[in-house]
Nanobody
Framework: QVQLVESGGGLVQAGGSLSLSCAAS????????MGWYRQAPGKQRELVAT???????NYADSVKGRFTISRDNAKNTVYLQMNSLKPEDTAVYYC???????WGQGTQVTVSS
């Protein structure tokens, strides 16, 4: 059974950086678009960034210029480099291959002011 497992969340001060990783395990499924989503307390889950298998990236306006998504197709892994973090970036971050219905369990990112 294919699973997506996130790692790299944590607590950081505003202006700091964090890197998230998401690795697929349990199969050899080729993922199409992979991406990161987040959900803050009391808010709906929202797109952060996605990347197609061919490398085309899409970002939420709120993270453009601060976050960078990348992926390694051979390893079925997707990454999110987050710089210049703000308190409003605090959320649970989920890795996903949404068109194929795969979601990770989420990793907490907390940015203190």
């Amino acid at each position: 059974q294919v699973q997506l497992v996130e790692s790299g969340g944590g607590l950081v001060q505003a202006g700091g950086s964090l890197s998230l990783s998401c690795a697929a395990s349990g199969g050899t499924l080729r993922f199409n678009t992979m991406g990161w989503y987040r959900q803050a307390p009391g808010k709906q889950r929202e797109l952060v960034a996605t990347m197609t298998r061919g490398g085309f990236a899409n970002y939420a306006d709120s993270v453009k210029g601060r976050f960078t998504i990348s992926r390694d197709n051979a390893k079925n892994t997707v990454y999110l480099q987050m710089n210049s973090l703000k308190p409003e970036d605090t959320a649970v971050y989920y890795c996903a291959a949404p068109s194929q219905g795969y979601w990770g369990q989420g990793t907490q990112v907390t940015v203190s002011s």
